[in-house]
């Protein structure tokens, strides 16, 4: 971790941000008593360049530029001065409000716009006050602008005055700007990470090398719940380059000087596995499985009004079955990890999203207490919720400590795919009805599947729908399965949303009534939402194109419409364009960043909508690689546009909101245009 001294023999000033019980509260590294633990440290040296210590990963969303553009907007800095470095792990560096040091949930500038603006506001002060002593101005008439202090025509950088600023004390209530005074906030400022990528010299978790290192892979069982009873390993230790081959936790680990040399050995191992309850399993044994517990009673959510009554009771009536299969996380670079695990210090390079569990990780293997491990988080080429979870990183740190060796372990494609932790399995029934003027009067919701988040995500989207459904009954069964299962972005909304916002078009297919002008009504009452799903139809051209579908949903903190233009192409679905409106709050920090991110999530959302889903043989995984487990190709990309809408509420998300909306949006579309009822992902016609 970053320590006091390291950052007062970095020189100039710093300042660090915590969170007390009266609040968020700044400190000078030179007085932070050892008890406290800072959430962020920002620098600016004496040659006048400002560093941000981001406590976020870079996966590709842009986090090191949105929240570093935060600071300089208070500082009034210029952006080609500014850097920004990865924070270690530590719980000097967690998320304020998730009490963990993770990237998730679409939670990133959320979590931290006020923090951070903080810390940059307060040392614009200090600044301005020791300037105002050193040149005998007083401080009204100077002004900090563009890194610099501009007093009675002349102009002195920020740096010539930051180790008299070390002096000043910190200001109880540092002054924000206000929006009119905004420099980079609403604006599209160069991306810090985009100059690293494109010349090469970005390092991501693969990229990681130490002096000494040697390389691992593990072999996997072939089925999910299953551990090595016995290995012979007899050929593969007689291998050229093969150091060691032994189990561990989740397989049994080869090693090697090279890759290669591990890969060849890992072949002429025999390894003899345990039972598992699903061993032998194909895909229509999950589905026979989930259908069955699905007539289980299950945990009862939520319950407003009579549902059961009030369906009987109603003319118009809809009962549906949804099936929607696990889902790879796909990311372009499979999981890599370096682990050095010795007597007295642990290191680890990883392209992480959870430095705290990471932390937790290597405290547990190596034993060693948290000031003797370094965790080094690199780029992440993906994330999408996957690298959240560490247990590629805790094997990593197993394998070196049984080497007492720097390792570097590495997942294929291959095992990326057949090691699991995907989006859960689900199979939901659906009951809705409507009165004779086609209003939704009752939504009976009961959905099994693999619980996350202690089972709230299962129901993530429904439970909480902005929809005014007077009946509404939510429930869950918690399917016990040894399939591994974690967050894939957008959580229990990916599936949710599909069933919910089909099943409304369902109702209105009925009744031949518009899709979009039933949402209207049932969001009357919720005017961001109304406005979202209407702006999406003014740009859609709404009722004056055909094929188009419609599909709104509130997720993590925003409210997203999408309408998408779909044909049929022999036999295929062809999605032409997409209109995309989100509604993120009261402020659009970077605009760009929230467009890709959009953008990103509606890619995402369509490969899922047209082509994913795990397949299992055996028990185990069936798809090999990208020719088995096939994700959107370039030429299929649609058009998309991305609209931004603000409100006056809390500041929304933006990673996750924009992918629930687009494979309903899809769906309904081809029910419209062709009368095609889709019930199971990925679309088949």
């Known amino acids: 971790m970053i320590t006091r001294r390291d950052v007062i023999k970095a020189g100039g000033l710093t300042l660090c941000v915590m969170l007390t019980p009266e609040g968020y509260k700044v400190l000078k590294a030179q007085e ?14 004496r040659d006048n360049y400002l560093t941000v210590y981001v406590n976020k990963s870079e996966m590709g969303q842009g986090v090191y530029t949105g929240l570093a553009m935060l600071v300089a907007e208070e500082l009034d800095f210029p952006w080609e001065r500014v850097r920004v470095r990865p924070a270690p792990a530590g719980r000097a560096y967690v998320d304020p409000k998730m009490g963990i040091q993770l990237t998730g949930g679409s939670t990133s500038v959320r979590n931290m716009y006020e923090v951070i603006r903080l810390a940059g506001a307060s040392m614009r002060e200090m600044i301005v006050a020791s300037a105002s002593k050193s040149l005998k101005v007083p401080r009204e008439k100077i002004k900090a602008k563009g890194g610099f202090i501009m007093v009675e025509g002349k102009s002195y950088p920020y740096g010539d005055f930051v180790d008299l600023a070390v002096k000043e004390p910190i200001p109880p209530k540092p002054r924000l700007k206000e929006p009119k005074e905004f420099i980079y906030i609403g604006k599209s400022v160069p991306r810090v990470d985009v100059p690293e990528k494109v010349e090469g010299s970005a390092v991501f978790g693969i990229d990681s090398f130490l002096e000494g290192m040697v390389y691992a892979v593990v072999e996997r069982p072939p089925y999910f719940g ?22 561990i936790s989740t397989g049994v680990a080869v090693c090697g000087e090279s890759f290669w040399a591990c890969q060849k050995a890992r072949q002429s191992l025999k390894v003899e596995w345990s039972e598992s309850f699903v061993k ?8 026979r499985y989930f259908l069955q517990k699905l007539k289980d009673k299950g945990e009862v959510v939520k319950v407003n009004g009579s549902p059961q009554k009030v369906f009987e009771e109603s003319p118009i009536k809809v009962e549906e079955t949804y099936i929607q299969p696990y889902l790879y996380h796909a990311t372009m670079e499979p999981m890599a990890c370096l682990a050095w695990v010795k007597e007295d210090e642990c290191i680890v390079y990883a392209p992480i999203q959870s430095q705290t569990w990471a932390l937790e990780a290597a405290k547990r293997i ?11 988080t690199t780029y992440l080429g993906g994330g999408f919720g996957r690298k959240a979870n560490v247990e590629f990183v805790a094997e990593a740190l197993e394998i070196s400590k049984r080497l007492k060796r720097p390792v570097k372990l590495i997942y294929t494609r291959e095992d990326d795919i057949r090691s699991g932790y995907f989006r859960p399995y689900s199979i939901t029934h659906i009951k809705a009805s409507a009165d004779k003027d086609g209003n939704l009067n009752s939504l009976t919701f009961k959905i099994a599947v693999q619980p996350l988040l202690g089972g709230n995500a299962s129901v993530e989207g429904v439970a909480n729908t902005p929809y005014q459904i007077p009946n509404l009954h939510v429930e869950r069964i918690d399917m016990e399965l040894p399939v591994s299962v974690w967050f894939w972005r957008s959580v229990g909304s990916t599936h949710n949303a599909f069933s919910l916002e089909t099943m409304i078009d369902r109702i209105a297919y009925q009744i031949r009534q518009d899709p979009a002008e039933l949402r209207l009504r049932l969001l009357k009452h919720n005017p961001v939402a ?5 702006t999406a139809m003014e740009k859609s051209g709404w009722g004056k194109k055909r094929n188009l579908g419609i599909a709104y949903h509130y997720s993590f903190g925003s409210h997203a419409c999408h309408v998408a233009e779909v044909s049929l192409e022999k036999g295929k679905v062809k999605v032409h364009r997409v209109v995309a409106v989100i509604d993120v709050g009261p402020i659009t920090v970077h605009p760009d960043l929230i467009k890709s991110q959009v953008e990103g999530a509606i890619m995402m959302g369509l490969s899922m909508a047209l082509k994913e889903g795990v397949s299992f043989k055996g028990g185990g995984v069936a798809n090999t ?14 058009k998309v546009e991305v609209y931004i809408l603000n409100s006056k509420r809390e500041m929304g998300g933006v990673g996750e909101p924009g992918l629930p909306p687009i494979a309903p949006a899809v769906a309904n579309a081809l029910l419209w245009a062709y009368g095609i009822k ?7 016609v």
């Open 32 to 45: 932070l008593p050892k008890r406290y633990a800072p959430n962020l440290w920002i620098n600016i040296s």
């Open 280 to 287: 032998g399993w194909e895909d229509k044994d999950f589905e």
């Open 366 to 376: 190596s034993g060693l207490p948290e000031s003797k491990i370094k965790i080094i």
């Open 625 to 638: 690689n990208f020719n088995g487990y096939e994700i959107l190709r370039m030429d299929e990309a649609p």
């Open 678 to 684: 889709v019930n199971r992902l990925p679309i088949k």
């Open 226 to 247: 299953a551990r090595p009873l016995k290995v012979d390993a007899t050929s593969a230790r007689r291998l050229p380059e093969v150091i060691d081959v032994f189990p």
């Open 530 to 534: 109304y406005r979202v799903v209407q």
